[in-house]
């Protein structure tokens, strides 16, 4: 006895307008920061579109707007197909589209405000992390509703992936939002120093791994095949893709921070099974590329095709190159270049935009019952693309190898080749250009993408409620051999299945980050180390506001290029009064660690007024705004009671007087550029930047 139903098709046009809309701004957005690496007055002298300040609002918009609607419009499209039902709940689907679009809305609002945590792939503040918890659940509880009330008792291996995506994501997301809030849109991290760059960086690689790659390995799985018309090659290897994928790839954060002051162990963990990630990433690749065996006449003819194989392939090149990257001896010359973006681009143009494109070039003219628009259209955009692709990463890699060798290049008398940092920055502006036209190429693939579907949807209508028949439940196939019988009996149990999933994903989480957290001799902590001042801590939240950690790290590692640079390499226990840690993953300036007491207050000055007067060549944007805008003091005692509850030793009832040390030390650095011929009043902005300044590294900087 069949039951007849409809698929919901509103809900998937619905995720897939608003990847295209985003996907537009978010990439418009990077181009504008690309261009700004060269020419920085780009950001038309406005503090709300510095590199600092957009360059978050880039990636929130790619990684959560373009592939995240894109996952919600393939997940809710193949989940109904597989599991032979309608969405649980049309109303949490409707909840789930507009809640995800606000708080885009509302990252795209907050971010260039210099509302943001700092942490990289999570700047979003505290209301806003709320929200995406929510929606997030409103997601889980959809696609469980859907998965308990299915006519297929099969879970497909696509869904294998949704669960994984679901499960992880909630967890990565919750513990790294451990947040004490301020005020309405200001918070602290709980974890300081090199326990919050621990947390940032498990978060931050599986950020990568559970909602760039695992959502759209399910959507390769089922999408793939369909393109294809053939079956996935290898229902064994899938299975031992997805397990040992989940499984390893929940230890590798660590791999972002070598050299560091992490503990060793842990940096050695992270990259063991970095290595190990090897195998389940290229089982995935090869499951997919060996799918399309003897179907290889139609990737010529197919453009859709053409977008899969080279998704795949450039996530086979990324997933080598990743592990590669955590060797100590190439992420040594690799770590704070231009490589890492080349990588991180290799990955996110190839694998999460062609598969993104090629599942929009197929899905829209089914659920609109036409033909594609134009496949020389979808040819085109393939080719110019994959073009964007080239010369944006090669140029990057050029970059990345050029700044990495330069930085520890020695003269035959031992002192340093190139001791200017600005050198190594004009030598690369070149390569920024490149870069910048490879990215305006890719975008435009992308509007002729727009045109080639709006034109399709022009010539089509909406099948918004899809008719499908199916029995009230499948019969239970068991195929031979016990391993598959075990996993069968996974696949008929969503809940044991979500359940064990999430037992994996926690254990190499809790092997990492117990000991740092429990264990005091991992964060040996040092007696001259003292907690910030008033107008220091005031100070170090607008240098988290301007969005300086995303150009300047404060992390010396130990090798002599850097000591011989900087000064000191950096210690655990200086970082632990710092909520959150800054030490940054890119120097597109140079390091700060020991910038304290380097250079004069009134050298800072005219550095943030007009920095390309004391530094000829420098790309880094005037920061005229600070010494204008009044310095906001009624936070400071909220912001002292708040630290003192995170561990730091502020005396108590400090809060009361806090503002009065600040107006002192605010006069005296005041005093100190009047008397250099800078006037400027010391209730302003940039007294509390040169005061957070002149204290980095001071604490300990050798004599």
Excluded at 81 to 108: C, E, P, T
Excluded at 590 to 596: C, K, S, T, V, Y
Aim: proline share 5%; with cysteine.
């Amino acid at each position: 006895m069949t039951e007849k139903f409809y698929y919901d098709n509103k809900i998937v046009r619905n995720f897939a307008i608003a990847t295209i809309v985003w996907g537009i701004i978010g990439m418009t957005v990077g181009l504008l920061v690309a261009m700004q690496l060269f020419k920085p007055a780009l950001n038309m002298g406005s503090q709300y579109t510095t590199f600092g300040r957009i360059r978050p609002l880039h990636t929130n918009a790619v990684i959560f707007a373009f592939v995240g609607n894109a996952i919600f419009m393939g997940v809710y499209y193949s989940l109904q197909r597989l599991l032979k039902a309608r969405m649980f709940s049309d109303v949490l689907s409707k909840i789930h589209f507009w809640g995800w679009q606000l708080i885009i809305v509302s990252a795209v609002i907050t971010l260039p405000l210099g509302l943001t945590t700092s942490h990289e792939y999570a700047e979003l503040e505290w209301p806003i992390d709320i929200a995406i918890t929510l929606i997030w659940v409103v997601f889980g509880v959809n696609m469980f509703g859907t998965i308990i009330k299915r006519r297929e008792q099969h879970m497909y291996v696509a869904i294998w992936f949704y669960i994984a995506t679901f499960v992880t994501v909630a967890v990565l997301h919750i513990i790294n939002s451990f947040e004490l809030p301020i005020s309405a849109f200001k918070s602290y991290y709980l974890y300081a120093g090199v326990q919050d760059a621990l947390v940032q960086w498990w978060y931050g690689h599986n950020a990568v791994a559970f909602f760039l790659t695992t959502p759209y390995l399910g959507m390769m799985y089922y999408f793939l095949p369909k393109m294809a018309n053939r079956p996935v090659y290898s229902y064994k290897l899938s299975i031992l893709h997805f397990w040992s994928l989940i499984f390893i790839y929940i230890w590798a954060g660590p791999h972002h921070l070598l050299y560091t002051s992490l503990p060793s162990w842990a940096q050695s963990l992270g990259v063991a099974f970095s290595i190990m990630l090897i195998a389940p990433s290229w089982g995935g690749m090869i499951n997919g590329l060996l799918t399309l065996r003897g179907a290889w006449d139609k990737v010529r003819e197919d453009p859709t095709l053409k977008f899969m194989v080279v998704g795949i392939t450039a996530y086979g090149m990324a997933t080598f190159e990743g592990p590669m990257l955590a060797l100590k001896q190439v992420n040594a010359i690799a770590h704070y270049t231009d490589w890492i973006v080349a990588h991180v681009h290799v990955s996110a143009l190839g694998w999460n935009g062609f598969l993104t494109f090629a599942i929009l070039y197929w899905l829209i003219p089914r659920i609109y019952r036409t033909e594609l628009y134009s496949k020389k259209l979808a040819s085109f955009h393939f080719w110019i693309g994959t073009l964007g692709i080239i010369f944006y990463a090669v140029p990057m890699y050029f970059a990345g190898f050029t700044q990495g060798m330069m930085w520890k290049e020695f003269t035959e008398e031992g002192m340093l080749r190139y001791p200017n940092f600005l050198e190594t920055v004009i030598q690369i502006i070149p390569m920024y250009m490149l870069r910048a036209a490879g990215g305006a190429m890719y975008l435009a693939g992308v509007l002729v993408m727009t045109y080639n579907l709006i034109k399709t949807v022009n010539q089509g209508n909406l099948l918004a409620n899809e008719p499908a028949e199916a029995m009230a439940l499948a019969p239970d196939y068991q195929p031979s051999g016990s391993d598959k019988k075990v996993h069968r009996f996974l696949e008929r149990k969503p809940l044991v299945f979500m359940v064990l999933s999430l037992i994996v994903i926690l254990i190499g989480g809790l092997v990492e980050m117990m000991p740092t957290f429990t264990i005091k001799s991992n964060i040996p902590t040092i007696s001259s180390v003292k907690p910030y001042s008033a107008l220091e801590l005031q100070g170090r939240d607008l240098y988290i506001r301007e969005g300086c950690v995303n150009c300047h790290s404060q992390m010396i590692r130990p090798f002599r290029s850097e000591t011989e640079r900087y000064g000191e390499y950096s210690k655990a226990g200086e970082f632990v009064y710092d909520h959150p840690h800054l030490w940054g993953s890119k120097r597109t300036g140079p390091d700060l660690a020991r910038e304290g007491a380097k250079y004069s207050n009134a050298w800072h000055f005219n550095h943030l007024l007009d920095p390309q007067t004391m530094s000829p060549g420098s790309i880094m944007p005037p920061y005229e705004w600070l010494i204008n805008q009044k310095l906001d003091t009624t936070t400071t005692a909220s912001k002292i009671s708040a630290m003192r509850t995170l561990g730091v030793p502020y005396d108590l009832g400090y809060e009361l007087q806090a503002n009065a040390d600040l107006n002192t030390q605010a006069k005296a650095i005041a005093a100190d550029l009047e008397a250099n011929r800078v006037k400027v009043k010391s209730d302003r902005e940039i007294i509390a930047i040169i005061a957070y300044l002149q204290r980095l590294g001071t604490d300990i900087k050798a004599k």
